[in-house]
Every structure is written in structure tokens, then in C-alpha cells.
């Protein structure tokens, strides 16, 4: 366990945007530092069913994750596998991945996400489902439950000077988090220009940011290896006790001296149909 400093948003600030550059990130919302517990959560195994999220050993073929073409070649095929075998979905779509780094950023890489969110809004994540089942020729059918994960792995050895921690699912209520506008743009505004009134907000992808709540229980895994992976749920329509789970970047205070964490963020949508056999989707 160590306690560390997670940065929770101030309620009752100016809009919720997230400005996105070229390996540069800039919020709206005014964040307070907050010092909490962060218990290592090896020793307790957590699984999706408990926690909303699981430690999986995970080898893989791609040897130079900064290579978009290799990632894009291996890296799909690999994730696609592994959710599939996890959840015993009848279909997973993998959509879409980011490299993450504490240190030398620019094109192809952003900086840690060290605010509490989650990444899509439950409003957000309902219409993704739907447009990805269209894009499947699936838009008629009608799924039994669906699931928006994060794969999440460290590719730069340990320790992780700024690793992942990860709140219990259950542990949030339902009522909290409001949206955060994700915006993509060459470069960021300035600090007028982001927070002016913008009609068409909704039109954008929006995360779920996180107010300062004392019974929130933060988990994270140190020293992650290369083989080692993090499934974490973004959403989850069956809405059980861990339907989301909020996370962030956090410096680790017990870590000195390490190389800046590199890790890749790999987005995917799991189905279930009652009314497809899964051999006619795979």
C-alpha cells in the first residue's frame, strides 16, 4: 500500500473540457489533489466480476509498440483473442489504441491521464455499442449485454514510476461523474477560447470525471511486466455492482530513479447475442 495524490474534480467549475493536441492534453475543469490509500492488488486477485477489473499474463508478438503499422498488425488479432477468451462473448470488436508516456511525448504519444475518470459517459458508451454493431452488419440485432473494456499494459520494464490505480466498481456510486468533452484539436486554446460556449458539446465523445468521494477503495499493481496486462471495464450494460471503473496516472511515491513508465491503452466492445450461435459470428 502507499499513499499517493489522485486529483479529483472540483464540483461547480467552468464547463468539463479535455483538449487534446499532439502530445499535449489540457482540461477545463479545476482539479483538487487529494491523498489517498492505494493498496497493491495482487495479493487479492481481483476479477471483473469483483473488482471490474483483472490482472491477466498476457505474451505478445508486437516487439516495438512505437512501429503503428506492427501494433495495428499483431496487436488487434492478440487483444481480440484474449477479451474473447476472458469473457466468453459471442463477438468483440477491439476499435482503437493510444501509447501513454511519463516522459518524452509528441506525435504518437500523449502523456499520462492523472485526473479520476472514466473514459466514455454511459449515454456515450450505449451509442459507440450501436454504431459498432452497424458497422458489423449487426444493427438489427439486439445484443444480450455488452462490454467496453480497456487493455492496458506497461511495455517499459519495472518499476512503473508512474503507474495505473483503479477504484473499485462497487465501491461508486451510481449517481457520480459528469461528462467531460473530449475535443481533438492541432493545438490547444487558450484558457478563454476553451472555456466559451460551445452549442454543439454534445456532438463530441465526453469521460466521466469524478468529485472527491471518501468511500472510493484504489487498487493498482506495481511493477508490471511486459506480459502482464490490465482488463479493465469502462462499461458494462448489465449495470452489476462494478459497471465502470474510474482510474488515473498517479506518481508513486515509493518509486526513485525509474525510466518514465511507456504504456498502450487498447479500447474494445464485447457482445452477447441469446440468438446467435457463436461459430456464426466468429
Given at each position: 500500500m502507499v499513499r499517493a495524490t489522485l486529483n479529483y474534480l472540483r464540483p461547480g467549475g467552468p464547463p468539463n473540457r479535455r483538449f487534446v493536441a499532439p502530445g499535449a492534453e489540457m482540461n477545463t475543469g479545476i482539479y483538487d489533489p487529494y491523498e489517498v490509500e492505494v493498496t497493491d492488488a495482487r495479493p487479492i486477485r481481483p476479477t471483473l466480476a469483483s473488482h471490474g477489473f483483472a490482472l491477466l499474463?498476457?505474451?505478445?508478438?508486437?516487439?516495438?509498440?512505437?512501429?503503428?503499422?506492427?501494433?495495428?498488425?499483431?496487436?488487434?488479432?492478440?487483444?481480440?483473442?484474449?477479451?474473447?477468451?476472458?469473457?466468453?462473448?459471442?463477438l468483440t470488436i477491439p476499435f482503437g489504441w493510444?501509447?501513454?508516456?511519463?516522459?518524452?511525448?509528441?506525435?504518437?504519444?500523449?502523456?499520462?491521464?492523472?485526473?479520476?475518470h472514466v473514459d466514455l459517459t454511459p449515454?456515450?458508451?450505449?451509442?459507440?455499442?450501436r454504431v459498432f454493431l452497424a458497422r458489423e452488419g449487426l444493427a438489427e440485432r439486439r445484443p444480450s449485454r455488452f462490454l467496453i473494456t480497456s487493455l492496458w499494459r506497461a511495455y517499459s520494464p519495472p518499476p512503473q514510476d508512474c503507474p495505473l490505480a483503479l477504484c473499485a466498481g462497487d465501491s461508486v456510486g451510481e449517481d457520480e461523474g459528469v461528462p467531460n468533452v473530449m475535443i481533438h484539436v492541432d493545438a490547444l486554446p487558450d484558457a478563454e477560447t476553451a472555456i466559451a460556449r460551445r452549442p454543439d458539446d454534445g456532438q463530441y465523445p465526453a469521460a466521466s470525471v469524478f468529485a472527491f468521494n471518501p468511500a472510493h477503495r484504489w487498487h493498482y499493481f506495481p511493477d508490471m511486466t511486459r506480459d502482464e496486462v490490465v482488463l479493465l471495464t469502462f462499461y458494462d450494460?448489465?449495470?452489476?455492482?462494478?459497471?465502470?471503473?474510474?482510474?488515473t496516472a498517479f506518481v508513486d511515491p515509493a518509486v526513485q530513479g525509474a525510466p518514465p513508465r511507456e504504456s498502450i491503452e487498447l479500447r474494445s466492445i464485447a457482445y452477447w447475442f441469446d440468438d446467435i450461435a457463436e461459430e456464426t459470428i466468429a
Open positions: 499474463d498476457h505474451a505478445t508478438a508486437v516487439a516495438d509498440f512505437t512501429d503503428a503499422a506492427e501494433v495495428d498488425r499483431l496487436y488487434y488479432a492478440e487483444a481480440d483473442a484474449l477479451i474473447r477468451g476472458v469473457t466468453g462473448a459471442s493510444m501509447l501513454r508516456s511519463n516522459g518524452a511525448t509528441g506525435v504518437g504519444r500523449q502523456p499520462p491521464a492523472a485526473d479520476v449515454d456515450r458508451a450505449e451509442r459507440i455499442a450494460s448489465a449495470r452489476g455492482p462494478n459497471w465502470r471503473v474510474p482510474h
